[in-house]
């Protein structure tokens, strides 16, 4: 809020100073004293300006405060504050400036933990360091999910239950609300549709071509390989390869063996979906080709209309790349402790193109 406040009225000033302009002057007493701090107002302040104060802390101190051992603390006092904000729903509590309602906290605590453990700056951290505290967070989650309608809450709620599932996977009949997981958009089901949406593409698969079949007047040429990607010439391809398709190209081919489904436009999204579940996919490789895919289909439908026609998914284009970047995030920095040895993305050399 200081900063914030600092850009707009940069004259300003304390009582004896001006406001903090970096993370030093945020940090004064260096990234414990913050981080004690920090625990110590989400446990004792129940206001949603606090929690909003401490997330904008952490994000613009986020290499001093990211450690692993600082991510559990804030967790747990995260964790911590929503059960106290569920336990709160229904009472009759008496309002003050230093108090707000359970709904409120509950939306600013959920975009706390989203932030510290999918944020954009997120570092890498294994996710059993979490395994302490696992089993009472899934339990929280459960109890907040019931007091929260709040769209985003809920999402950002899931995205956080799953990732505690996975470090503390739960015996069958074991009871969770059934609504945990729901909030998330169903990855797999995200990927058909972007693999849809990709093969049915008429436009040069390098980014920064703007060439579609329209302008260019003839069809454009499917990579032989992975026959997703389409290309106006071999000098854009090779760019692409020496980017991200190289790493593209690869993937999707080990991934469509996997599966044991040929990648064609227009597949049937519950059939892909199915084949998906049925074997034992590396989280971590299906994320890293995720995300890459999807960001450069958001660069794309920027900066020309891929299909020549009228292009009206840009909310949702937009919507499942960031499904994508916080899918690659997880595969990142949080996959699975025992997952098996991510699958080599290489290819020896540049694949001709096809007239198909």
Request: proline share 5%.
């Given at each position: ?6 850009l ?6 304390f009582?004896?100073r ?10 004064p007493?260096?990234a414990?004293?913050?981080?004690d ?11 949603s ?12 101190c ?9 991510t559990?603390r ?13 336990s ?21 605590l ?13 570092p ?5 360091l979490?395994?302490?505290i696992?089993?009472r967070v ?9 007091a929260t ?9 899931s ?20 609504d ?19 093969t ?24 032989g390989r992975c026959?997703?990607?389409?290309y106006c010439?071999?000098?854009c391809?090779?760019q ?18 996997q599966?044991?489904?040929?990648i ?23 994320a890293?080709?995720?995300g ?6 958001a ?21 499942e790349?960031?499904?994508?970047l ?20 290489e290819?020896?050399?540049?694949p ?5």
């Amino acid at each position: 809020m200081c900063l914030a406040s600092s850009l707009r009225h940069p004259s300003q000033r304390f009582r004896r100073r001006l406001w903090p302009t970096s993370k030093d002057d945020v940090l004064p007493g260096g990234a414990h004293v913050m981080v004690d701090a920090l625990c110590f107002w989400l446990k004792t302040a129940p206001t949603s300006v606090v929690v909003q104060a401490g997330l904008a802390i952490y994000e613009t101190c986020t290499e001093d405060l990211s450690t692993p051992g600082f991510t559990l603390r804030l967790l747990d006092a995260i964790h911590r504050h929503l059960d106290s904000a569920a336990s709160d729903i229904g009472k009759d509590i008496l309002l003050s400036p230093s108090y707000d309602l359970p709904e409120h906290r509950i939306i600013a605590l959920a975009e706390f933990a989203d932030g510290i453990l999918f944020g954009v700056t997120t570092p890498s951290c294994d996710i059993m360091l979490f395994a302490p505290i696992a089993d009472r967070v899934l339990n929280t989650l459960s109890r907040v999910l019931n007091a929260t309608s709040d769209s985003t809450a809920l999402q950002q709620l899931s995205r956080i239950g799953r990732l505690m599932r996975l470090v503390r996977p739960r015996a069958a009949g074991e009871g969770l609300d059934p609504d945990l997981f729901s909030g998330v958009p169903d990855g797999f089901r995200a990927f058909c549709n972007l693999l849809n949406r990709m093969t049915s593409l008429r436009a040069c698969g390098w980014p920064e071509c703007s060439l579609t079949e329209r302008n260019a007047g003839r069809p454009m040429r499917l990579c032989g390989r992975c026959h997703v990607f389409r290309y106006c010439g071999e000098a854009c391809q090779k760019q692409h390869w020496r980017g991200s398709h190289k790493t593209v190209c690869k993937g999707l081919r080990t991934f469509s063996a996997q599966i044991k489904v040929t990648i064609e436009p227009a597949m049937d999204p519950d059939i892909f979906v199915a084949a998906c579940r049925e074997v034992e996919l590396d989280i971590d490789f299906l994320a890293e080709l995720y995300g890459l895919m999807a960001v450069e289909d958001a660069t794309m439908g920027r900066s020309r209309n891929p299909l020549g026609t009228c292009r009206t998914g840009s909310r949702v284009t937009e919507l499942e790349t960031e499904i994508g970047l916080h899918l690659c995030q997880r595969g990142r920095c949080y996959g699975r402790h025992n997952t098996p040895q991510q699958t080599t993305l290489e290819a020896q050399q540049c694949p001709r193109v096809s007239n198909k």
